[in-house]
């Protein structure tokens, strides 16, 4: 007869462990009723197609947003006296400061182009008619707030980049009749730069993060977990049943798992990007100086379409009871405020339109719906073309200095210059081609849709 062993250390710690897993399970679920609710979650259903996971990326770059930029508050400073000195610090001195304020940048950059792509899927699909309306108006708002965003994180450097961008939204502020003095010292309290910077701090750290950490859940997780996913045309018998049919794995293992592999690509992607490319070395900008030239830096791209459209606008100017208004620089910012509120209520116009009001579970191809895939087409390429502006600047003149006093710096080098004669001409041809271009796409893209569907 077999003397029985005692288990050895590791199998009874894994023994007691399991057991302390269950008795904690068991009495969690005796007072919260967890596995009623959680254990047929577990087996929802998610689509397998790649182009659904383009939210879950905006959403990995978001966690990383938020994570990299607490690391930079405890060491930012917001006075505008130290701004950029504590930038600069960060960046050279802090252990890990520009690996941090890069991860941050392109996190930032990943999460506006993802959020772009995203909604372009739901766009271009359909995937925003009813019952999805909220999901679509809530992703417009998100769309929104991560633009402003992102145009108060570049300004707070305080270097001559930022506070450049800072006068130039100023500019616009004053344009403004009646109210634009009033709004401009709200903004600024009192003259440029004022206690600009602050403010902007207080709006970039806690106002809009706040708002989206609860507009970002509400949107991907708890309406899109809610309602019944949609579904690719990928069979004859899933049309037949008007999307009634649930297809795609279950949640867990499937779909956590592809979720994990999603979260790991994109923190890997957005770490080589910080660590192997440099952006925004505030250090060569130097700190504001109110007569020096801005740097030949671009806009990002996502803040290029207003650049550049303010450089198509003519400098209009009409006298009107002794007050010169600027119609020129409204033309701009009315454009990103027409396009948002038609993007906000899309879903309601197409219905009034087409006189749809059935639920939808099954996805468009683009070619079976080919007005919108051609509004879609022309919207692009509109913004194309003003993105296109902002990559042309004019040689700056020769600056002299009086005699006696030491030569100016020269204005640095932008990425194209041209003669003042052929900048014209660019300016005239983009003028031209942001009206023709988007109606010659429009057309060429309903045909060739018309001519691809069944």
Same mark, same amino acid.
């Given at each position: 007869?077999?003397?029985?062993?005692?288990?050895?250390?590791?199998?009874?710690? $894994?023994?007691?462990? /399991?057991?302390?897993?269950?008795?904690?399970?068991?009495?969690?679920?005796?007072?919260?009723? !967890?596995?009623?609710?959680?254990?047929?979650?577990?087996?929802?259903?998610?689509?397998?197609?790649?182009?659904?996971?383009?939210?879950?990326?905006?959403?990995? =770059?978001?966690?990383?947003?938020?994570? %990299?930029?607490?690391?930079?508050?405890?060491?930012?400073?917001?006075?505008?006296?130290?701004?950029?000195? =504590?930038? $600069?610090?960060? =960046?050279?001195?802090?252990?890990?400061?520009?690996?941090?304020?890069?991860?941050?940048?392109?996190?930032?950059?990943?999460?506006?182009?993802?959020? @772009?792509?995203?909604?372009?899927?739901?766009?271009?699909?359909?995937?925003?008619?009813?019952?999805?309306?909220?999901?679509?108006?809530?992703?417009?708002?998100?769309? *929104?707030?991560?633009?402003?965003?992102?145009?108060?994180?570049?300004?707070?450097?305080?270097?001559?980049?930022?506070?450049? *961008?800072?006068?130039?939204?100023?500019? #616009?502020?004053?344009?403004?009749?009646?109210?634009?003095?009033?709004? =401009?010292?709200?903004?600024?309290?009192?003259?440029?730069?004022?206690?600009?910077?602050?403010?902007?701090?207080?709006?970039?750290?806690?106002? @809009?993060?706040?708002?989206?950490?609860?507009?970002?859940?509400?949107?991907?997780?708890?309406?899109?977990?809610?309602?019944?996913?949609?579904?690719?045309?990928?069979?004859?018998?899933?049309?037949?049943?008007?999307?009634? %049919?649930?297809?795609?794995?279950?949640?867990?293992?499937?779909? /956590?798992?592809?979720?994990?592999?999603?979260?790991?690509?994109?923190?890997?992607?957005?770490?080589?990007?910080?660590?192997?490319?440099?952006?925004?070395?505030?250090?060569?900008?130097?700190?504001?100086?109110?007569?020096?030239?801005?740097?030949?830096?671009?806009?990002?791209?996502?803040?290029?379409?207003?650049?550049?459209?303010?450089?198509?606008?003519?400098?209009?100017?009409? $006298? #009107?009871?002794?007050?010169?208004?600027?119609? *020129?620089?409204?033309?701009?910012?009315?454009?990103?405020?027409?396009?948002?509120?038609?993007?906000?209520?899309?879903?309601?116009?197409?219905?009034?339109?087409?006189?749809?009001?059935?639920?939808?579970?099954?996805?468009?191809?683009?070619?079976?719906?080919? @007005?919108?895939?051609?509004?879609?087409?022309?919207?692009? %390429?509109?913004?194309? #073309?003003?993105?296109? *502006?902002?990559?042309?600047? $004019?040689?700056?003149?020769?600056?002299?200095?009086?005699?006696?006093?030491?030569?100016?710096?020269?204005?640095?080098?932008?990425?194209?210059?041209?003669?003042?004669?052929?900048?014209?001409?660019?300016?005239?041809?983009?003028?031209?081609?942001? !009206?023709?271009?988007?109606?010659?796409?429009?057309? @060429?893209?309903?045909?060739?849709?018309?001519?691809?569907?069944?």
């Amino acid at each position: 007869m077999a003397t029985p062993t005692k288990p050895k250390r590791r199998a009874r710690i $894994v023994t007691g462990s /399991a057991k302390m897993a269950r008795d904690a399970s068991i009495y969690l679920d005796d007072r919260l009723p !967890f596995a009623r609710w959680f254990r047929p979650q577990l087996r929802k259903l998610f689509p397998s197609h790649w182009s659904f996971l383009l939210g879950e990326l905006a959403l990995y =770059s978001f966690v990383l947003l938020v994570l %990299t930029g607490t690391f930079l508050t405890l060491f930012y400073k917001p006075n505008p006296d130290v701004a950029y000195a =504590s930038t $600069v610090e960060i =960046s050279l001195e802090v252990r890990g400061g520009l690996l941090m304020r890069q991860l941050h940048h392109w996190s930032a950059t990943v999460f506006v182009l993802a959020i @772009v792509a995203h909604l372009c899927r739901v766009f271009f699909t359909g995937a925003f008619r009813k019952p999805r309306e909220l999901t679509w108006m809530l992703g417009v708002v998100l769309f *929104g707030l991560v633009l402003f965003e992102s145009f108060l994180g570049v300004s707070l450097p305080g270097d001559q980049l930022a506070m450049t *961008g800072l006068r130039q939204a100023q500019g #616009v502020l004053l344009s403004i009749p009646l109210v634009g003095t009033y709004l =401009s010292a709200f903004v600024f309290d009192g003259g440029f730069p004022g206690n600009v910077i602050p403010r902007i701090f207080v709006t970039h750290v806690l106002l @809009v993060p706040g708002i989206l950490l609860a507009v970002v859940p509400l949107h991907a997780l708890i309406l899109t977990w809610r309602q019944k996913h949609t579904e690719r045309r990928s069979s004859r018998r899933e049309t037949a049943a008007g999307g009634r %049919t649930v297809t795609g794995g279950p949640f867990f293992p499937y779909f /956590a798992i592809k979720n994990g592999a999603t979260a790991l690509f994109t923190i890997g992607a957005i770490a080589a990007l910080a660590t192997f490319v440099r952006v925004n070395p505030v250090w060569e900008h130097g700190a504001y100086n109110p007569g020096a030239y801005p740097p030949g830096a671009q806009p990002f791209w996502y803040f290029g379409v207003l650049d550049g459209a303010q450089r198509l606008v003519p400098p209009w100017e009409i $006298v #009107v009871g002794g007050y010169v208004l600027q119609p *020129g620089l409204w033309i701009p910012p009315l454009i990103l405020t027409v396009f948002f509120g038609v993007l906000l209520l899309y879903p309601f116009l197409e219905r009034r339109f087409t006189g749809d009001g059935d639920h939808h579970h099954l996805l468009d191809r683009p070619s079976q719906a080919p @007005v919108r895939t051609a509004a879609g087409v022309a919207v692009i %390429t509109f913004f194309t #073309v003003l993105w296109a *502006g902002m990559w042309v600047s $004019v040689i700056p003149p020769v600056m002299r200095s009086a005699p006696g006093f030491p030569q100016p710096p020269p204005a640095p080098p932008a990425l194209l210059t041209v003669a003042p004669a052929t900048y014209e001409m660019i300016v005239v041809g983009l003028r031209v081609a942001v !009206f023709v271009l988007p109606v010659a796409a429009f057309l @060429v893209t309903r045909a060739v849709c018309r001519r691809r569907s069944p």
